[in-house]
């Protein structure tokens, strides 16, 4: 079965810094989604990347796949407190409907 | 913005007692599912819903679990006789249509067995 690892656990900067999260599969991604986790609110949804060297940017977050579809980035710039919170890798199977999870890299973000 | 909701927030229970949790999907959505946390683990699939009927689930999906859409606007879990180990943070999830499009969560119920 399919396993994502993410690196850091966990990481904690001052607001204002850039940091990367990287998430690596077992297998190569059909789909590789970044979601951001916060107590009482649920998953929420960043970017979906499919396609080998796909780059994604959403206000200060950029996200990549690279070529080979087998690791991915997410990397914020000019960090803020807001961007604190457990981040997520999920990846689709082909030919699965579930999503299988990474661990997550809790961000702390000291103002 | 349309968001999957769940209730309750936390629920307490004895063990071998029966819960029911809920989840109200978002409303053109045609694909449910429930996925679980134990504390410090990873995220689980559990089972996937489509068109009135299971059509995927995990080994955890025993026969303790059920799912079910009784009314076209709730999606529920329910286990039978609950276990201490099924103590965990179950999340609701709901997507349009084809295998690529993004599932959206529920905030999630945490499940307390004593």
């Known amino acids: 079965s399919q396993e994502l690892e993410q690196s850091p656990q966990s990481l904690i900067v001052q607001e204002g810094k850039n940091l990367t999260i990287n998430c690596t599969s077992s297998?190569?991604?059909?789909?590789l989604y970044w979601y951001k986790q916060k107590y009482g609110e649920g998953l929420i949804f960043l970017m979906m990347l499919q396609k080998g060297g796909e780059e994604k940017s959403h206000e200060k977050i950029t996200a990549k796949l690279d070529e080979k579809k087998q690791q991915s980035s997410l990397h914020i710039t000019a960090s803020q407190p807001s961007h604190a919170g457990i981040y997520l890798c999920l990846a689709t199977q082909g030919g699965s409907e579930k999503l299988v999870f990474g661990k997550g890299m809790k961000l702390t973000v000291n103002p | 913005e349309p968001e999957v909701t769940q209730t309750p927030s936390h629920q307490v229970t004895q063990m071998g007692q029966e819960v029911i949790l809920r989840c109200v999907p978002i409303s053109n959505h045609l694909y449910f599912y429930w996925y679980r946390q134990i504390l410090g683990q990873k995220v689980e699939f559990l089972v996937s819903?489509?068109?009135?009927?299971?059509?995927?689930k995990s080994e955890i999906f025993d026969d303790q679990f059920s799912v079910e859409r009784p009314d076209g606007s709730n999606f529920t879990l329910k286990i039978r006789s609950t276990k201490l180990e099924d103590s965990a943070m179950y999340f609701c999830?709901?997507?349009?249509?084809?295998?690529?499009?993004?599932?959206?969560f529920g905030p999630g119920t945490r499940l307390l067995v004593l």
């Open positions: 819903f489509y068109n009135n009927e299971i059509s995927e």
């Open positions: 297998k190569t991604l059909y789909g």
């Open positions: 999830a709901s997507k349009g249509g084809t295998t690529t499009e993004t599932q959206y």
